[in-house]
T-cell receptor, first 111, second 112 residues
Framework: EDQVTQSPEALRLQEGESSSLNCSYT??????LFWYRQDPGKGPEFLFT???AGEEKEKERLKATLTKKESFLHITAPKPEDSATYLC????????????FGTGTRLKVLA | DGGITQSPKYLFRKEGQNVTLSCEQN?????MYWYRQDPGQGLRLIYY???????QKGDIAEGYSVSREKKESFPLTVTSAQKNPTAFYLC???????????FGEGSWLTVV
């Protein structure tokens, strides 16, 4: 069964303190791994799509990487405005339209 | 601007009533989805539609119904049969199979 586990559940960082969020997945043939940012009371905002192991993508202070078993979202020198819940999702070959979501990591960046 | 519009943002329902949540997209996407989000749980799929006039049940379809009469519209009806409807509902769309999924801003439904 396809599965996604995100860790940690919650993370508090000081402004400027870099860290990484983890997304471990089990899927029968990865078609894509997706990262989102979600602010309270709002819909998820798309960040990155990764398709194959070794792939990396960057946007401002965020960098996403992918291996065959997990993905990391690296946050470099975070600012308070980076505080949000970060969601990971995968799509495998077993379910053409079935995206599997993790429960997210709640990030709080303190000034 | 292109995007997915959900309305209303907040909705209150009395027990025994049906309510309908609207979802409209102008991205020309073929597939549309409805998810439910509860605290501490991942997004759960209610229904999805790959093309007009066709839709499939997701993991938690009981107590919900949908229609797809137009490519850009995918309304969700929460019926009185749904035992615990209070939640945050998200509409999403993709260009087709295997693509990035994009979300609307969500609708809060509260049973009073």
């Amino acid at each position: 069964e396809d599965q996604v586990t995100q860790s940690p559940e919650a993370l508090r960082l000081q402004e400027g303190e870099s860290s990484s969020l983890n997304c471990s997945y089990t899927v029968s043939g990865l078609r894509g791994l997706f990262w989102y940012r979600q602010d309270p009371g709002k819909g998820p905002e798309f960040l990155f799509t990764l398709y194959s192991a070794g792939e990396e993508k960057e946007k401002e202070r965020l960098k996403a990487t992918l291996t065959k078993k997990e993905s990391f979202l690296h946050i470099t020198a975070p600012k308070p405005e980076d505080s949000a819940t970060y969601l990971c999702a995968v799509l495998g070959h077993s379910g053409t339209y079935k995206y599997i979501f993790g429960t997210g990591t709640r990030l709080k960046v303190l000034a | 601007d292109g995007g997915i519009t959900q309305s209303p943002k907040y909705l209150f329902r009395k027990e025994g009533q049906n309510v309908t949540l609207s979802c409209e997209q102008n991205l020309n996407h073929d597939a549309m989805y409805w998810y439910r989000q509860d605290p501490g749980q991942g997004l759960r799929l209610i229904y999805y539609s790959q093309i007009v006039n066709d839709f499939q049940k997701g993991d938690i379809a009981e107590g919900y119904s949908v229609s797809r009469e137009k490519k850009e519209s995918f309304p969700l009806t929460v019926t009185s049969a749904q035992k615990n409807p209070t939640a945050f509902y998200l509409c999403a769309s993709t260009p087709g199979s295997g693509n990035t999924i994009y979300f609307g801003e969500g609708s809060w439904l509260t049973v009073v």
